[in-house]
């Protein structure tokens, strides 16, 4: 399975963006992670494979959403009202195929896109 992250780039506070995390193979669960410079890589909203349910950290609840296209192969992070604390590196992740839902733990990902740098101008 390869994951192919992008949408990235500057955006002023308030603004918005889409990444998208195109994947050749198999995927289920999947899962947005970033990492801020200094600080722990760590999960911004996962998806179920029908999309019926979600995941959102408290940070990003009511901004962001993870929708997916399976006849595409893509899951996407819309990205609204962005803030500066959410500068960081966005990467796409799929969750171990034996699981049926996320995990906070990046041990529990088996597969992940390259990263895509999102940076919010205050």
């Known amino acids: 399975v390869q994951l192919q992250a992008s949408g990235g780039g500057l955006v002023q506070a308030g603004g918005s963006l889409r990444l998208s995390c195109s994947a050749s193979g198999r995927t289920g669960v999947m899962g947005w992670f970033r990492q801020a410079p200094g600080k722990e890589r760590g999960l911004v909203a996962a998806?179920?494979?029908?999309?019926?349910?979600?995941y959102y950290a408290d940070s990003v609840k009511g901004r962001f959403t993870i929708p997916r296209d399976n006849a595409r192969n893509t899951v996407y992070l819309e990205m609204n009202s962005l803030e500066a604390e959410d500068t960081a590196v966005y990467y796409c992740?799929?969750?171990?195929?034996?699981?049926?839902?996320?995990?906070?733990?990046?041990?529990?990902?088996?597969?992940w896109g390259q990263g895509t740098l999102v940076t919010v101008s205050s």
């Open positions: 998806i179920s494979w029908t999309g019926a349910s979600t």
């Open positions: 992740a799929r969750r171990r195929a034996s699981s049926t839902w996320y995990s906070r733990s990046r041990e529990e990902y088996d597969y």
